[in-house]
Antibody, heavy 114, light 106 residues
Framework: EVQLVESGGGLVQPGRSMKLSCAAS????????MAWVCQAPKKGLEWVAT????????YYRDSVKGRFTISRDNAKSTLYLQMDSLRSEDTATYYC???????WGQGTLVTVSS | EIVLTQSPTTTAASPGEKVTITCLAS?????MYWYQQKSGASPKLLIY???SLASGVPDRFSGSGSGTSYSLTINTMEAEDAATYYC?????????FGSGTKLEIK
């Protein structure tokens, strides 16, 4: 059974950093591109970033370029999202998903507030 | 960026009723994906590559369309179908989602 379990969310002050993790199991992790998708409270889904199966290519939405870094450790079957210079508008539930989005984690809530 | 406009924004249907949700793209896309999200849950893939049913999805769901106009149809509404539905494209970067259609049961 495919499982994606996010962790690392919580309350963080504006301008600070946070790192999310997504532990994958039930499939061959290094065969798949992975992505992060976020959802602000009561809002729609928004793609954040994608990383290729081997980590060689990464893609970001414009609003997080230069602030967020997606990475992966294939030996640990884990996906990461390093979020720096956080802003209040980054407040959202962050989901990791296996591309093409047939499998999603349960999400982890990041709240950026002073 | 390709903008996906869903309609209606909110709708309600009686059990057994047919429901159609439309997704209009600001530029032509080659395929459309559809997701269902129930309150407090993660999104669930319903339709991929415009018209292919994802694993385990009831066959009352179907997708169609081409170019800039796509639709998701629920042939006979059931109470468990009450949810928010999103379309999504990745023909062009960045990948984008529609703003969602909230479907309620009457």
């Amino acid at each position: 059974e495919v499982q994606l379990v996010e962790s690392g969310g919580g309350l963080v002050q504006p301008g600070r950093s946070m790192k999310l993790s997504c532990a994958a199991s039930g499939f061959t992790f290094n065969n798949y591109d992975m992505a992060w998708v976020c959802q602000a409270p009561k809002k729609g889904l928004e793609w954040v970033a994608t990383i290729s199966y081997d980590g060689s290519s990464t893609y970001y939405r414009d609003s997080v370029k230069g602030r967020f870094t997606i990475s992966r450790d294939n030996a640990k079957s884990t996906l990461y999202l390093q979020m720096d210079s956080l802003r209040s508008e980054d407040t959202a539930t962050y989901y990791c998903a296996r591309v093409p989005f047939a499998y999603w984690g349960q999400g982890t809530l990041v709240t950026v507030s002073s | 960026e390709i903008v996906l406009t869903q309609s209606p924004t909110t709708t309600a249907a009686s059990p057994g009723e047919k429901v159609t949700i439309t997704c209009l793209a600001s530029s032509s896309v080659s395929n459309m994906y559809w997701y269902q999200q129930k309150s407090g849950a993660s999104p669930k893939l319903l339709i991929y590559s415009t018209s292919s049913l994802a694993s385990g999805v009831p066959d009352r769901f179907s997708g169609s369309g081409s170019g800039t106009s796509y639709s998701l149809t629920i042939n006979t509404m059931e109470a468990e179908d009450a949810a928010t539905y999103y379309c999504q494209q990745w023909s062009s970067n960045p990948l984008t989602f529609g703003s969602g259609t909230k479907l309620e049961i009457k």
